[in-house]
């Protein structure tokens, strides 16, 4: 699961550019606003998802430009890409061997982990947040949990949609909305407990001389089979009527994270553990990819070097290249990543322009 070439069309600062990449680490580094980030940005919309910024597809077409965008990776002997036309700016389109696709498909050729600077507030923020980090987990997976949770979405917002305005006349209605929130939501409760257990069990032999070692729950994770959701729906239809909106269900599920030599939740740790907890989650989360699929993840890592002690850092680079794969980094400094291999490639980024150092 490597990137042998992307090409970037009016994305963000870039008008065009044409990178050669290959495995193992590629390091971008430049001043700030250079366009670092970009980079990275554009490689993540190779996957499901509104990609690392979460950032809106008219934000990602370059300023002044013809309001259009494109992102393309060469695979092997597989051409994928995404973006947007200038008449229909809010509509993604991919292709994958020049043929039209749904962008969930992207899943079956790539998967792709990252870590950013704005994770660092994933466990001082809402649920919201850390239920989209761990279905992102899910999909590198299982492609398919995409649709899931997509049509369980679909069908909250239509019942939300009768509870809000008293459209209740017609039973049958919200009796099928019922069955179809229990059937998806199942289906994406049930992911997201194989992915915290899997987790779990890797994290367990994990070595925490370097990395805190996490410990991970599911809030309300017994809500899980078809039968009990459906159940819990129709209980629940006063309160919700009441409310105007679904209370309970898979769309308020919460990824509880734990220090385990601390036993303290990651919200109560410093920013320093906090970082440390999530490089755990990812690392692990690399490797059970790399178990179930026979192929490492493409790995994003957004100034993560800047926030280590040499010492950490030297650790990580370690641990990345015994594991393999394909690493992506930035950085403002290349003094930071004196301890990448040899072998890496490196990139100097000014002003939207990318060459070879």
Same mark, same amino acid.
């Given at each position: ?113 990252? #870590?950013? %600077? *704005?994770?660092? +507030? ?5 649920? @919201?947040? /850390? =239920?989209?980090?761990?279905?992102? $987990?899910?999909?590198? #997976?299982? %492609? *398919?949990?995409? +649709? ?5 979405? @679909?069908? /909250? =917002?239509?019942?939300?949609?009768? $509870? ?179 072998n890496a490639l490196h990139f100097e980024v000014s002003d939207g ?5």
């Amino acid at each position: 699961m490597t990137v042998s070439q992307l090409s970037l069309h009016n994305f963000r600062n870039y008008q065009e550019l044409r990178l050669e990449t290959a495995p193992g680490f590629l390091v971008f580094s430049g001043e700030n606003g250079a366009g670092k980030t970009n980079i990275l940005e554009a490689v993540s919309l190779l996957a499901p998802g509104r990609g690392l910024r979460r950032a809106a597809l008219r934000d990602m077409a370059r300023q002044n430009g013809a309001g259009d965008f494109a992102v393309a990776a060469q695979l092997g002997d597989v051409q994928i890409g995404t973006g947007t036309d200038a008449s229909t700016p809010e509509r993604r389109r991919t292709r994958i061997n020049e043929a039209t696709a749904p962008t969930n498909d992207l899943a079956e050729w790539l998967s792709i982990l990252w #870590l950013t %600077p *704005a994770m660092d +507030r994933l466990f001082m923020e809402g649920a @919201a947040g /850390r =239920r989209n980090f761990l279905d992102r $987990l899910v999909m590198a #997976l299982e %492609p *398919a949990h995409a +649709r899931n949770c997509a049509r369980y979405e @679909a069908a /909250r =917002r239509e019942r939300n949609r009768l $509870l809000a305005d008293g459209h209740l006349a017609d039973m049958s209605w919200l009796d099928g909305l019922d069955g179809q929130l229990a059937q998806f939501g199942s289906l994406v409760a049930e992911a997201r407990h194989r992915m915290v257990l899997a987790l779990a069990l890797l994290l367990e032999e994990a070595d925490s001389s370097i990395f805190a070692t996490p410990t991970l729950d599911l809030a309300d994770d017994q809500l899980r089979s078809e039968d009990l959701i459906h159940d819990m729906l129709r209980r629940n239809r006063p309160a919700d009527r009441a409310a105007g909106r679904t209370l309970r269900g898979p769309h308020r599920a919460d990824l509880d994270v734990f220090h385990s030599a601390k036993q303290q939740p990651a919200d109560k740790c410093s920013t320093g553990e906090q970082k440390a907890l999530l490089f755990s989650i990812i690392l692990a989360h690399a490797d059970l990819i790399a178990e179930q699929r026979e192929q490492r993840p493409v790995l994003l890592l957004d100034e993560v070097a800047a926030h280590l002690d040499p010492q950490r850092r030297a650790a990580l680079f370690d641990k990345l290249a015994e594991r393999g794969g394909q690493v992506w980094l930035t950085g403002t400094e290349p003094a930071l990543f004196r301890d990448i291999p040899d072998n890496a490639l490196h990139f100097e980024v000014s002003d939207g322009t990318v060459k070879l150092r």
